[in-house]
């Protein structure tokens, strides 16, 4: 699913506008369509990737209909890529996206 910075689903009318420089992917692991040989589902985390190419800072809210709290893997803001201890933030919170800022968080099971 793909999200516009209030955490919501993005609109039609959001694809077509050419300000649009901050969205957010939502791949849900447990809503994953396949099974093993056996006929078991294969499920997986999820994840929230954000990604922000405006040259301004953008507070995304992290969605919270799937999920309570995420953790930080990735971060281009953080020196190393891969913040240690990785920092958690709960879900509906403003996440703060730097300038051509990526990040990826998985949900906290």
């Known amino acids: ?10 609109s039609d009318e959001e694809w077509g506008m050419h300000y649009v420089k901050t969205v957010g992917v ?12 056996q006929g078991a589902p294969i499920t997986d985390d999820t994840f ?9 800072e953008v507070a995304f809210t992290l969605p919270n209909h799937v999920v309570q709290r995420w953790v930080v893997v990735i971060d281009t803001a953080d020196e190393s ?7 958690e933030h709960e ?3 403003a996440f703060r996206l730097f300038p051509r800022h990526f990040c990826l968080l998985r949900k906290v099971t």
């Not at 699913?1 to 993005?10: A, D, I, R, S, T």
């Not at 939502?26 to 040989?37: I, P």
């Open 1 to 10: 699913m793909w999200l516009n910075p209030g955490g919501v689903e993005m």
């Open 26 to 37: 939502l791949l849900c692991g447990d809503a994953l369509d396949v099974r093993d040989w």
């Open 48 to 56: 929230l990737m954000l990604l922000n190419a405006s040259p301004d």
């Open 81 to 87: 890529g891969f913040p240690e201890p990785a920092p």
């Open 91 to 93: 879900g509906g919170s």
